[in-house]
Antibody, heavy 118, light 112 residues
């Protein structure tokens, strides 16, 4: 079964850091590009970051550029999101998603919740 | 303010047909990039519903269809069922500085 499972969310104070992980299974992880997408409480979907299959190409949304770092370990079938200098507006459910051929996201994890609050 | 514009809500009675619009610009939909649609049932992760403007992944009923024209796209749902009540999001690719992946703000579908 094709599956993505996020972990690492939690409660953190403003200015703090968290590292999210996404474990992939059921497909050849190293062949796929990946995205992180977040959803603030009661709000819509917001794309956060992209990484190519090899990790050589990376993009970030302006809202997280300079604070978040995406990475992957193809040997461990894992995707990561290092989040530093967290702000209240980063509070959201964070999803990892597999990117299909035409930029769509065809497999999503169930998400992990990040709450930034003092 | 989302890059793609969707109506906040639509509604319809069981069995009826509803459409959800998604309006973009010359840097995304109008540039020829495909539009994709996601369904998000309450409390769950988004699910790919339509890809490449009008294609349905395996398992998605043919009651769901998509189309694209110019700088806009539409999702149509026929034979509305209670289980279709969900949030629907359009998504495309954007060549401007706003970021490659852009979403609509989402549309809440209520089945009356």
């Amino acid at each position: 079964e094709v599956q993505l499972v996020e972990s690492g969310g939690g409660l953190v104070q403003p200015g703090g850091s968290l590292r999210l992980s996404c474990a992939a299974s059921g497909f050849t992880f190293s062949s796929y590009e990946m995205n992180w997408v977040r959803q603030a409480p009661g709000k819509g979907l917001e794309w956060v970051s992209y990484i190519s299959s090899s990790g050589s190409t990376i993009y970030y949304a302006d809202s997280v550029k300079g604070r978040f770092t995406i990475s992957r370990d193809n040997a461990k079938n894992s995707l990561y999101l290092q989040m530093n200098s967290l702000r209240a507006e980063d509070t959201a459910v964070y999803y990892c998603a597999r990117v299909g051929r035409e930029s769509y996201m065809d497999v999503w994890g169930k998400g992990t919740t990040v709450t930034v609050s003092s | 303010q989302s890059v793609l514009t969707q109506p906040p809500s639509v509604s319809g009675a069981p069995g009826q047909r509803v459409t959800i619009s998604c309006t973009g610009s010359s840097s995304n939909i109008g540039a020829g990039y495909d539009v994709h649609w996601y369904q998000q049932l309450p409390g769950t992760a988004p699910k790919l519903l339509i890809y490449g403007n009008s294609n349905r992944p395996s398992g998605v009923p043919d009651r769901f269809s998509g189309s694209k024209s110019g700088t806009s796209a539409s999702l149509a749902i026929t034979g509305l069922q209670a289980e279709d009540e969900a949030d629907y999001y359009c998504q495309s690719y954007d060549s401007s500085l706003s970021g490659p992946w852009v979403f609509g703000g989402g549309t809440k579908l209520t089945v009356l």
